[in-house]
């Protein structure tokens, strides 16, 4: 099976199709404005209609309003909405759209409730735990308490970088890894050398297999 590799918080246009060029399979693009990476609908509509077929534009969202969603929606076309905060199941089922829901990390058994509270998902993404921080905190956390029986496609996150990847991937066997400071040269400005050392990173352990 081939791991994907999704690039989060993309900001600038350049940063976006050149992680498409390098193979990313998603880009994704952050609607909570406390981040750093934090995009505006109409920035992020010129981002997303930049990237190239068969390439997905991923909206994150923290704990929003429903109208934002919905208006954020109506000015960017995302193919996909990502879930980072508290969101309930029903919320995130509410917009007609393949959504994925973030879980941070503590114990095992928060991976297994997120299993089942989020089944109507199209993939678990698992993340480390902060108390102050819903993502992008640059830790990763015990690749051990993931189970092996996913009822989701698992997106691994949380302190990724081409140096440890390899190992992440050859572990988890996830379907997806996630990554945004990993690939940075500071908050919201990626480095496309990282980008394409980090894809190149996960398909080498792909092609080993």
């Known amino acids: 099976m081939r791991t994907r590799v999704k690039i989060c918080g993309v900001t600038r246009k350049q940063d976006a199709v050149a992680a498409a060029r390098a193979g990313a399979d998603a880009i994704g693009f952050v609607f909570y404005e406390p981040s750093p990476r934090y995009v505006t609908p109409d920035a992020a509509r010129d981002l997303v209609n930049a990237l190239p077929a068969f390439v997905s ?14 208006s954020v929606l109506s000015q ?33 058994s928060d991976i297994a409730d997120a299993f089942r509270d989020y089944c109507h998902a199209s993939g678990l993404l698992v993340d480390a735990w902060d108390p ?24 691994l996150a949380g302190g990724l970088a081409s140096d440890n990847v390899s190992r992440a991937v050859a572990q988890v066997r996830p379907w997806a890894v996630d990554v945004s400071g990993g690939v940075e040269r500071s908050k919201g400005i990626k480095d496309v050398e990282k980008i394409t050392d980090f894809i190149n990173e996960v398909h080498r352990v792909d092609e080993t297999d």
């Not at 534009?57 to 919905?70: K, S």
């Not at 199941?89 to 941070?104: L, N, Q, T």
């Open 76 to 108: 960017v076309p995302l193919d996909l909405l990502q879930f980072h905060g508290d969101e309930t199941p029903e919320f995130c089922d509410s917009f007609g759209m393949r959504w994925i829901k973030a879980v941070r990390v503590r114990q095992s």
């Open 57 to 70: 534009a991923t909206g994150l969202f923290v704990n929003p309003e429903a109208q934002f969603v919905e």
């Open 132 to 155: 102050d921080k819903y993502g992008g905190t640059g830790q990763a956390f015990n690749w051990s308490l993931i189970p092996d029986s996913r009822p989701l496609p698992l997106i």
